[in-house]
């Protein structure tokens, strides 16, 4: 290397699954060259299901046209900001100026090292959620703040103990981040919690950002932070398209709260990119549209996956939440032979992937609270699940 890398980079690791995935591409390789089949992976949350036919034509009609493929405007075309606010209207009952108070995203992945940017200075402190989202530690990290971790435990049903909060030295803290649906933890929102994440932000004049991208998923009361009253004077609320709408790979997501907070944003987010490719613009706007039977049809293939992926759990004998919400099934574990430098959860994952050729993701990976936990992505169809759950049962 010509040059040392920036000190930043030092305070970060690959994505675990990065790392990962090469690792099973290696295993793939070699299963492959002895007539084996390929490794299930059940680990990341990337919906395998298709987007609403309507934004599918969209795209295709739109794309070929003329005069479609320039720079777009930073702050998304205004069909789209309209499409996010009249989405949160009739599903979350949230009044949104599309004016100012959304920002489209390529992916609220985005957002979250844009909002660590633009508030973050070095030496500020940031709440994290232990267990939580990876990406929330390390891009308040690169910003060069500093990580103040609050535990969130299956005895207070994955919720912040506010009155621990209390009892912390929170001088310096500018941010806390939360997640409802909660990833890995399943944990569904509460108007309650939300009231009281209103009240602790307004107290201690704390930015709380909510990820709230699995609120449809497994639910039937999609829940946003937004709609306390006063919420929008320290909450910003992060939301895709990604899991309500099967479009994880088209990057499209959003960030809403106070127009103030948003031109902020903004301020950054125009340094980095140049707009989103129109025609996805468009093709999200009809996805928006879709109607309460979109969101039924797609739970309806989720509560079948989760029974099979509940059996999973069964089969290693975890302790998991039949009442989840989310993508993903959250297990503890208690294996009898945990080696030396792994985790309980890291031994049961270990162990099945290179015995019953099933990856299961370690809990370890979300925090010091994830290390007894695994975690099933119901991201594979239902037949598949069943292939994992038979390979399991005889590798057990």
């Not at 919906?47 to 702050?75: F, I, K, N, W």
């Not at 499409?83 to 209207?89: I, L, N, T």
């Not at 994955?158 to 929170?170: G, I, N, S, V």
Request: glycine fraction near 8%.
């Amino acid at each position: 290397m010509i040059i040392p890398p920036a000190h930043r980079t030092e305070s970060v690791r690959e994505y675990y699954f990065s790392i990962k995935n090469r690792e099973i591409a290696r295993l793939n390789a070699e299963r492959a060259e002895r007539g084996e089949e390929p490794i299930i992976n059940l680990g990341i949350g990337s919906p395998d299901g298709t987007p609403p036919r309507e934004a599918l034509s969209v795209l295709a009609e739109t794309a070929v046209r003329d005069g479609v493929h320039g720079y777009q405007s930073y702050t998304g075309i205004p069909e789209l900001r309209k499409a996010f606010c009249d989405w949160y209207g009739r599903y979350y009952g949230v009044t949104l100026d599309p004016s100012s108070e959304i920002q489209p995203l390529t992916g609220s992945k985005e957002g979250i090292l844009l909002t660590s940017l633009a508030f973050l200075n070095p030496g500020d402190k940031v709440l994290v959620p232990d267990p939580g989202y990876p990406t929330y530690s390390s891009a308040s990290l690169i910003a060069g703040a500093e990580i103040v971790y609050y535990d969130l435990l299956r005895e207070n049903g994955w919720y912040p103990d506010f009155e621990a909060l209390e009892r912390m030295d929170l001088a310096g803290v500018k941010m806390m981040w939360t997640n409802y649906p909660g990833m890995p933890t399943g944990a569904r929102a509460s108007k309650a919690l939300y009231e009281q994440l209103v009240s602790f932000g307004r107290k201690h004049k704390i930015l709380i950002v909510n990820d709230n991208p699995y609120s449809f998923i497994r639910t039937r009361e999609p829940l946003s932070i937004l709609s306390v009253p006063g919420a929008k004077d320290c909450c910003l609320e992060m939301n895709s398209l990604s899991k309500a709408h099967n479009m994880a790979g088209w990057r499209l997501g959003m960030i809403s709260g106070d127009a103030a907070v948003i031109k902020e944003i903004l301020k950054v987010k125009s340094q980095m990119d140049s707009g989103i490719f129109r025609p996805l613009q468009l093709a999200a706007v009809k996805a928006l549209e879709s109607g309460p039977e979109w969101f039924e049809k797609l739970n309806a293939e989720y509560y079948r996956r989760a029974e099979v992926a509940g059996r999973i759990m069964d089969a290693l004998g975890a302790e998991y939440d039949k009442d989840s919400s989310g993508l993903f099934l959250f297990g503890k574990v208690s294996p009898s032979d945990v080696p030396e430098g792994k985790t309980p959860g890291e031994a049961v994952s270990d162990r099945i992937l290179y015995e019953a050729g099933v990856f299961i993701t370690p809990g370890f990976i979300f925090g010091r609270n994830g290390r007894d936990y695994i975690r099933i992505s119901l991201c594979a169809p239902v037949p598949v699940l069943e292939k994992a759950l038979r390979k399991v049962l005889i590798n057990r």
